[in-house]
């Protein structure tokens, strides 16, 4: 069983920054690719950023310059920090890990729950 829980979602006026974090826990023997996604209400779910095991990121365009992402293999764990942050930023924030549990399985795809971010004076 492999669980993605995510924190540091929440509040802030525009310009303003947000860390968000996600840790995997669970059986896991190795996470290959993991990464951010947001939904917006009426949108469809959206890639915001990824990062390999190895560190190669990949970021969408509109949030280039302003979001970086990084990770932790020693805890298993992504992060998301978000600066310059605008109204149009305002989405529930999920992670996503693709995710081995024994040697020689296959690598699984998992989602957190989700958390809410709010740009808004």
């Known amino acids: 069983q492999v669980q993605l829980v995510e924190s540091g979602g929440g509040l802030v006026q525009p310009g303003g920054s947000l860390r968000l974090s996600c840790a995997a826990s669970?059986?896991?023997?190795?996470?290959?690719?993991m990464g951010w996604y947001r939904q917006a209400p009426g949108s469809e779910r959206e890639v915001v950023a990824r990062?390999?095991?190895?560190?190669?990121?990949y970021y969408a365009d509109f949030v280039k310059g302003r979001f970086t992402i990084s990770r932790d293999n020693a805890k298993n764990t992504v992060y998301l920090q978000m600066s310059s942050l605008k109204p149009e930023d305002t989405a529930v924030y999920y992670c996503?890990?693709?995710?081995?549990?024994?040697?020689?399985?296959?690598?699984?795809?998992?989602w957190g729950q989700g958390t809410q971010v709010t740009v808004s004076s």
């Open positions: 996503n890990a693709a995710i081995a549990a024994y040697s020689g399985s296959y690598y699984l795809g998992y």
């Open positions: 669970g059986t896991i023997f190795d996470i290959a690719n």
């Open positions: 990062i390999s095991s190895g560190g190669d990121t």
